[in-house]
């Protein structure tokens, strides 16, 4: 029986006034499956592109934090200790950082898993083709 999904786009925006960014990772949260995890990348080359003085290592530390706050890592600080549908509300939250997320959008699943692999997958074909 298909159970309802949220999930959002993780984006990097180098310069925020600009309004530029790339898409860097998914998070996907099933609450009847009790599923929250994140998947993220650094496309370095595109960055610099947009960017050349980026620090890429920030960004990928800050990249870097949102699966272990997914998976309730304590390295992650207290964010990570809050409950799952916590955790997410929280990352999806709106932001004008360097590091922002798109809308949450929803769908149906049977498995969060399988769900997060064919979203992943979906992003990283309209990367290649964009």
Not at 3 to 22: C, K, L, N, T
Not at 60 to 74: M, N, Q, T, V
Not at 101 to 129: D, W
Request: glycine share 6%; hydrophobic share 40%; with cysteine.
């Amino acid at each position: 029986m298909p159970s309802s999904f949220d999930y959002a786009v993780v984006r990097v925006v180098p310069r925020v006034e600009r309004g530029e960014f790339i898409n860097a990772g998914v998070i996907l949260f099933c609450l009847e499956h009790r599923f929250l995890e994140a998947r993220v990348q650094v496309d370095e080359a595109r960055l610099k592109a947009l960017w050349p003085e980026i620090d890429i290592e920030l960004v990928r530390k800050h990249l870097e934090a949102i699966p272990k706050i997914c998976a309730g890592d304590p390295s992650a600080g207290p964010i990570a200790q809050l409950s799952q549908r916590e955790r997410f509300h929280w990352l999806v939250s709106p932001r004008s950082t360097i590091i922002q997320v798109s809308p949450v959008h929803t769908g149906l699943c049977e498995t969060p898993k399988l769900t997060m692999g064919q979203t992943i997958e979906q992003l990283s074909r309209r990367l290649l083709a964009g």
